[in-house]
C-alpha cells in the first residue's frame, strides 16, 4: 500500500520540504526504507502530546532505537591566534553549562532560558534543512561527505564550495579543560572580525606581498585537521593520533550517567555561503569520533549550522535551543524513536506546549535560575490520560502492603516468625558487606558515645532505685549482652536497644514490692523476667506483631514527639544541675599563693597565681579551701562545652551541602560531625584547665554487690514458692510495657519514608527480644529494650544520597544503608569501655550533654506533628508549601495538631511523675483508642492524608461498598434479564473474602458477585452501570 504523504497544520506558514528525511546507506545493509512500514492516519488533526504519545507509544523491535541517557555540547567556529577550530561554548547533561566570557571557567549549572524566536527559527530549520535519520558512518570524515552529498544533491549547497564546507566541518575541536590547562585567555573572534581585521590590516601594509582576507578558503592549508576525521574502528590509522591529541576530561566523566551518548551541536559562520545550512543527524550506531566531544562517550546525533557572517548570535541560541531540546526527556527520546522529520517536529511542537513563557519587562533574563530541590515526573507528557479506573481496593492495597511487612496473621503457630526468618535470611550476609564504608564508622563512634553516657547515667539512678543491686556495671553488660543478640539474630538491626524511663519506674517499684515483702529483690525480679520472657514468646507464636498495623502516625509520633522532648529536657536540666552544685556567685575563696620561706618576694607577688600555678612557681597554699580548685567557672564552661558541642554537630552536619571543599571532604565531615565536636569541645575543655565533671566508667568487672554473683538463684529462703506464681501479674504489665517500647519504635524505623529494602522483622524482633530478657534476668542484668531517639538516629546516621549526579542536580535520597555491623560495633565497644576507663575519664559531662540536645533536635526533623506544631504559629504566606496543606482545610490541620497536641501533653504529665508514669504502657494503647475515635470527627479523606487508615475503618468501608454493589448488581438483574447463552463471565472480588465461596451463574454468594453477560452486552451493560451511578 502506497504511504499518503501529510503534513502537520500550524498556526504559522512554513515550507516542507519533501526530501528523503533517511540517511545514505552502506551498499552493504540495502536501502529498503524502514519508514515506510506504517501510516498514520489523522496525524496532522491530532494535538502533538498525542502525536508524541503515539510515537513513544510505538514498539521497539531493534535494539538501535533505545533511548539513552544524554550528554550534549555545543560548540563554535572561531579563530585562537592563527588557526581557526571549533571550540567549546555550553555543555548539558541535565541543566546548561556556559563558558564564562574572559572568565576561562565554567558557569554554575543553571536552567536554560530560550527565547521563543529561537525555538520558531530552529523548527523552520528542521523542516526547511536536511534530515537524516540512521546515517551509516564511523568517522567523521565519512559523515562530512555523506552531509555535503546530500545537501548538494537537495539543491541547498552550491557544489563549487563542498570541499570548504567539509573542511569546517572537519576543523580541530578545542575543549574548555584544554583552555584552562593554558597560561593565557584565548582571543575568541568570529571569521565575521576576522574578515574585516584583516582587510584593516592590508590596507596598512604598502607591502606587495601582504597577505590577503583572510578567509577559510585561503587558510585551509595551513590549519591543522581534527583527529577525529579518522576512524576510531580501525586500528593504527588514527587511533594513536587522537589518543595523542585529544585526551578526554576524565574527571568530569563521572557525572555522565552510565551508557550515556552524546549530542554535539556545532554552530558557526563562514564567510564562503550566503544563505544558512542546516542538518540534523542520527547515527544508526553510536561512534567515538575522536576530539568531537570533552569526554569520551559515543556519539549519537550531531547538529550543523552554518551561515553567512552576521549571524553569530542568533546562531548560539538556535545552538542553545537545540541542546535544550536534546536534554529534555520527552524530546530526546523521540529524537531516538524518530522515522522520519515530521516526528522531529512533533517532538519540537510538544516541547513549545509544554514551555513556560515569561513575559518581558517582568523579570531579567541576565539572571540564572538555580535547578530545582526536586524535579516534577516527566510521565504524564509521555503517556496519554488514562480512562478513569475503577478506585483501587484499599482493603486490599492495605492487605498487601501487612503481608509484605509481615504484619498479617499466618494462621498457624510461629507463621509470622518463620515468614520474618525467611525474609531476612537472603539479605544476612549482604548485612556485613553493606557495611564497608566510612559512613559506618562514623555512625559506629557518634552512636557509641551517645549510648555510653545514658547506660551510666541509667546505672546510677537504677543503683538508687534498687540499692544497688544493679547500677552502672550491670547497665555495661546488659548492654554488651543484649547489644551483641539482637545485632546478629534481630530483624531490624537499625533499631538501638537501651534503658528506658518506664522500665527504671518498674524496677523501683518492685524493689520497694519486695522491701515491705522481705524478700530477696534479685530472685523475685528472676521469676518476673522469667514470665515476660515467656509471654512475649506466646505473643510471637500467635503473631501478636500483627497488631501493629494499629499504631498508625498519630500514635507513633506522638510518642517518638515525647521521647524527643524528654532528651531535649534532660540536657538542658542536667546543665542545670550543675549550676546548682557549682553556683557562679560563691562566697570568698579562702585560698591565696604565698612566696615560700626565705624567699625576698612579697605576698603581693605570688597572690596573682591561681590555685593550679602556685606549686609551678615553688609557692605554697594557705587557706581553707585549698583542698578544692575553685569552682565559680564550672557552671558557665559547662553551658559553653554543651551548647559548642550542639552547634558545631548541627552545623557540620549540613556541611554536606556547603559550598566549600570537594563533595567527598564534604561527605567526610557531615558524617563525622558529631565526633568532630566531641573531640573539639573535650580539647577545649583540657585546654582551659576548668575542672568540670568528667565521665566516670567503671574501671573493674565485677558486681556492684559484693553480696551477689553474675547468675541470680532461682529459689531463696526468703521467698516463698508461690511467689514464683504470682510473679506473673506484674510480668503482665512488663509485658505491655516492653512491647509498646519494642514496637513503636519498629514502626518508626520501618516508616516508609526511610526506603528500607530488606524487610521488616517485627515477629523475629520480639522473638530475640524475648531471649534476651530471660538472659538478663538469670544474671541480674537491667533490662533492655529499643530506644526511639537513639534509632532514629542511627537511621538518620546511615541515610544514602546519590553521589555522582549531573552538575546542578541536587542528591537524591537513597535509602538507608541497611547492615548489621555498626549495631554489634557499639554494643562491643560499650562491653570493653571498662578497658577504656583512662581515655573516657576526660570526656566532659557537659559536652555528652550537648550531644543529647542535637539528638533530640534532630530526631524533630521529619516528624509531621512538630511540622504541623510550627504552622500553628506561622501566618499563611510563610506557612511551608506542604502536600496537606493543599488537600485538608487549614482549620481541620489545626483542630488534628490540638488534639494530638492534647496527647502529647497528657503523656508527659503521665510520665512526669513516679506515682503514674508505670501508666505509661497503658497510655499508650488508649491514644489508638483516641485515634480511633477521631472516626467520628473526621473525613475518612482527611485521615488518610493527615495520619494512616486504620483496619477496621477500612473492613467497614468496603462492607458498605459491598452492599451498595450487592442492591445495584440485585437492580440490574430486574432491568437487564441476561442469562442464557453467555460466553463470557465478569467476576467482582470484593476485598477479603475467598475464592472458595464463588456462586456461579446470576447468583451472589458469601459477598462474591457473578455477573455473566454476553459479549455482545458489555458495552451497553456499562453504559447502564454508569447511568445507574449517575
Excluded at 138 to 145: I, P, R, S
Excluded at 229 to 241: I, K, V, Y
Excluded at 282 to 300: C, F, I, K, Y
Excluded at 303 to 319: D, K, R, V, Y
Amino acid at each position: 500500500m502506497a504511504e499518503k504523504n501529510e503534513y502537520i497544520e500550524l498556526p504559522w506558514t512554513m515550507n516542507s520540504s519533501s526530501g528523503d528525511d533517511e540517511a545514505p546507506k552502506d551498499p552493504r545493509t540495502g536501502g529498503e526504507d524502514f519508514t515506510q512500514q506504517f501510516t498514520e492516519n489523522d496525524f496532522e488533526v491530532t494535538p502533538p502530546a498525542q502525536r508524541v504519545q503515539f510515537i513513544l507509544g510505538e514498539d521497539v523491535d531493534d535494539g538501535t532505537h533505545v533511548s539513552h541517557p544524554l550528554f550534549s555540547e555545543m560548540g563554535m567556529l572561531v579563530k585562537e591566534g592563527d588557526e581557526i577550530e571549533w571550540k567549546e561554548t555550553a555543555r548539558w547533561i541535565k541543566f546548561e553549562e556556559d563558558v564564562e566570557e574572559g572568565g576561562n571557567r565554567w558557569s554554575k549549572p543553571h536552567v536554560a532560558t530560550l527565547s521563543l524566536h529561537s525555538l520558531f527559527e530552529l523548527r523552520r530549520l528542521l523542516v526547511n534543512g536536511s534530515v537524516m535519520l540512521d546515517m551509516e558512518a564511523q568517522n567523521l570524515e565519512v559523515m562530512a561527505d555523506l552531509v555535503c552529498d546530500h545537501m548538494v544533491s537537495a539543491g541547498t549547497l552550491p557544489p563549487g564550495v563542498k570541499d570548504k564546507v567539509k573542511d569546517a566541518l572537519l576543523r580541530r575541536h578545542r575543549h574548555q579543560h584544554e583552555y584552562a590547562k593554558k597560561t593565557r585567555l584565548p582571543i575568541i573572534r568570529s571569521l565575521a572580525d576576522m574578515r574585516n581585521h584583516s582587510s584593516s590590516k592590508k590596507k596598512k601594509s604598502n607591502s606587495k606581498h601582504s597577505r590577503p582576507a583572510q578567509n577559510l578558503s585561503s587558510i585551509t592549508e595551513d590549519m591543522v585537521k581534527s583527529p577525529s576525521n579518522q576512524s576510531m574502528a580501525r586500528p593504527g590509522s588514527g587511533t594513536e593520533l587522537s589518543e595523542q591529541q585529544h585526551k578526554g576530561n576524565t574527571h568530569f566523566m563521572r557525572k555522565i550517567p552510565p551508557g550515556a551518548e552524546a549530542s554535539n551541536i556545532l554552530v558557526g559562520e563562514v564567510d564562503f555561503l550566503e544563505r544558512t545550512l542546516s542538518c540534523f543527524i542520527r547515527l544508526s550506531q553510536a561512534v567515538v569520533l575522536g576530539d568531537l566531544t570533552e569526554v569520551p562517550v559515543p556519539t549519537r546525533f550531531v547538529f550543523i549550522l552554518l551561515g553567512p557572517p552576521g549571524s553569530q548570535s542568533n546562531f548560539h541560541e538556535i545552538g542553545r535551543a537545540m541542546a535544550t531540546l536534546m536534554s529534555d526527556e520527552i524530546f530526546h527520546e523521540v529524537a531516538y524513536r524518530a522515522r522520519k522529520r515530521d516526528h522531529l517536529l512533533s517532538g519540537v511542537d510538544e516541547f513549545l506546549d509544554a514551555v513556560t513563557v515569561l513575559p518581558p519587562g517582568e523579570w531579567d533574563p541576565t539572571i540564572r535560575i538555580e535547578p530545582p530541590a526536586a524535579i516534577p515526573s516527566q510521565e504524564v507528557r509521555k503517556r496519554p490520560p488514562e480512562l478513569p479506573k475503577e478506585e483501587v481496593d484499599e482493603e486490599e492495597e492495605e492487605a498487601r502492603l501487612r503481608e509484605e511487612n509481615g504484619l498479617s496473621r499466618t494462621g498457624r503457630l510461629f507463621g509470622g516468625l518463620i515468614n520474618d526468618i525467611k525474609r531476612k535470611a537472603p539479605w544476612y550476609i549482604s548485612d556485613y558487606k553493606d557495611a564497608l564504608s566510612m559512613q559506618c564508622v562514623a555512625s559506629w563512634i557518634f552512636l557509641y558515645f551517645a549510648c555510653l553516657s545514658p547506660i551510666i547515667t541509667f546505672g546510677g539512678l537504677l543503683a538508687e532505685a534498687t540499692g544497688k543491686h544493679m547500677a552502672a556495671m550491670e547497665s555495661l553488660v546488659s548492654g554488651f549482652v543484649c547489644g551483641m543478640g539482637y545485632g546478629f539474630f534481630s530483624g531490624q538491626p537499625l533499631t538501638i536497644l537501651g534503658s528506658t524511663g518506664p522500665v527504671l519506674v518498674f524496677e523501683s517499684i518492685i524493689y520497694e514490692f519486695c522491701l515491705k515483702m522481705g524478700w530477696d529483690y534479685m530472685t523475685f525480679r528472676f521469676w518476673i523476667g522469667m514470665w515476660v520472657a515467656g509471654i512475649c514468646i506466646v505473643l510471637t507464636a500467635i503473631d501478636a506483631s500483627a497488631l501493629v498495623c494499629y499504631i498508625t502516625r498519630f500514635t507513633e509520633e506522638n510518642f517518638a514527639t515525647l521521647i524527643a522532648f524528654i532528651f531535649i529536657y534532660k540536657a538542658i536540666e542536667n546543665v542545670m544541675v550543675i549550676g546548682k552544685n557549682f553556683p557562679v556567685n560563691q562566697g570568698i575563696y579562702d585560698c591565696v599563693c604565698t612566696p615560700p620561706i626565705g624567699s625576698n618576694a612579697s605576698v603581693i607577688d605570688y597572690a596573682k597565681y591561681n590555685w593550679d600555678s602556685c606549686e609551678s612557681y615553688n609557692g605554697t597554699l594557705v587557706g581553707g579551701d585549698c583542698g578544692t580548685p575553685p569552682t565559680e567557672n564550672v557552671f558557665l564552661m559547662s553551658v559553653v562545652l554543651c551548647a559548642g558541642t550542639f552547634l558545631i554537630s548541627t552545623v557540620l552536619k549540613e556541611f554536606k551541602n556547603a559550598l566549600f571543599f570537594p563533595s567527598i571532604v564534604r561527605q567526610y565531615i557531615s558524617d563525622f560531625s558529631v565526633l568532630i565536636a566531641i573531640f573539639a569541645m573535650s580539647f577545649f575543655d583540657y585546654s582551659l584547665g576548668v575542672p568540670t565533671q568528667k565521665l566516670e566508667v567503671p574501671n573493674e568487672l565485677k558486681p556492684t554487690l559484693s553480696t551477689r554473683g553474675w547468675l541470680i538463684p532461682p529459689f531463696v529462703e526468703k521467698n516463698p514458692w508461690w511467689s514464683a506464681i504470682i510473679a506473673v501479674f506484674p510480668a503482665l504489665l512488663g509485658t505491655i510495657l516492653i512491647f509498646m517500647d519494642q514496637q513503636i519504635t519498629a514502626v518508626i524505623v520501618n516508616r516508609k519514608e526511610n526506603k528500607l529494602k530488606k524487610g521488616c522483622g517485627y515477629h523475629l524482633d520480639l522473638f530475640i527480644l524475648s531471649i534476651l530478657i530471660a538472659i538478663c534476668s538469670m544474671m541480674g542484668l537491667p533490662w533492655f529494650v529499643a530506644a526511639t531517639v537513639l534509632s532514629i538516629n542511627h537511621v538518620n546516621s546511615l541515610k544514602l544520597e546519590s553521589e555522582c549526579s549531573a552538575p546542578g542536580e541536587k542528591p537524591q535520597f537513597l535509602g538507608v544503608r541497611e547492615q548489621r555491623v555498626t549495631h554489634i560495633l557499639i554494643f562491643l565497644t560499650i562491653g570493653v569501655s571498662v578497658l577504656l576507663t583512662p581515655l573516657l575519664g576526660n570526656i566532659p559531662m557537659p559536652v555528652l550533654f550537648g550531644v543529647f540536645l542535637y539528638m533530640g533536635v534532630a530526631s524533630l526533623k521529619g516528624l509531621q506533628f512538630f511540622d504541623r506544631i510550627l504552622i500553628m504559629f506561622m501566618p499563611a504566606k510563610y506557612q511551608p508549601d506542604y502536600m496537606f496543606l493543599r488537600q485538608v482545610p487549614i482549620k481541620r490541620v489545626h483542630l488534628f495538631t490540638m488534639i494530638q497536641l492534647a496527647c502529647l501533653i497528657i503523656l508527659w504529665l503521665i510520665k512526669s511523675f513516679s506515682q503514674t508514669s508505670i501508666l505509661f504502657p497503658l497510655m499508650l494503647v488508649v491514644m489508638i483508642g483516641i485515634r480511633k475515635a477521631l472516626d467520628l470527627v473526621f473525613t475518612r479523606r482527611e485521615l488518610k492524608i493527615l495520619d494512616d487508615i486504620m483496619p477496621e475503618m477500612t473492613k467497614r468501608a468496603a462492607a458498605d461498598d459491598l452492599h451498595k454493589l450487592d442492591a445495584e448488581v440485585g437492580l440490574l438483574a430486574r432491568i437487564f434479564p441476561w442469562g442464557k447463552g453467555s460466553r463470557s463471565r465478569v467476576v467482582t472480588k470484593p476485598p477479603g473474602l475467598d475464592d472458595g465461596i464463588v456462586g456461579s451463574g446470576g447468583a451472589v454468594g458469601a459477598g462474591l458477585i457473578t455477573c455473566t453477560t454476553s459479549n455482545a452486552n458489555e458495552k451497553e451493560f456499562e453504559a447502564q452501570s454508569s447511568l445507574l451511578k449517575k
